[in-house]
């Protein structure tokens, strides 16, 4: 997988009507992490992580990764 910004992960998953907490507790991804993410200030996720938030959204992880 390359090297994308995950800042699009908001957008999807209210696309999907979830919280953060919600999207946490279906794809096993604290909700800090989640947060760094849509926010642009965390580290880039591991795949795990990227193909865990991706299954819980029902999204490809290159969709997630835009």
Do not use: C, W
């Not at 390359?2 to 957008?11: A, M």
């Not at 919280?19 to 992490?33: E, I, Y």
């Not at 580290?43 to 865990?52: E, S």
């Not at 819980?56 to 990764?65: K, M, N, P, R, V």
Request: no cysteine; aromatic share 4%; hydrophobic share 35%.
């Amino acid at each position: 997988m390359k090297n994308h910004d995950f800042t699009r992960l908001r957008k999807l998953r209210l696309k999907a009507k979830l919280t953060q907490v919600a999207l946490s507790q279906r794809s096993g991804v604290r909700q800090g992490l989640i947060s760094d993410l849509e926010t642009g200030t965390g580290q880039r996720p591991g795949y795990d992580v990227v193909r865990a938030l991706a299954d819980a959204l029902g999204i490809s992880t290159d969709e997630l990764a835009g």
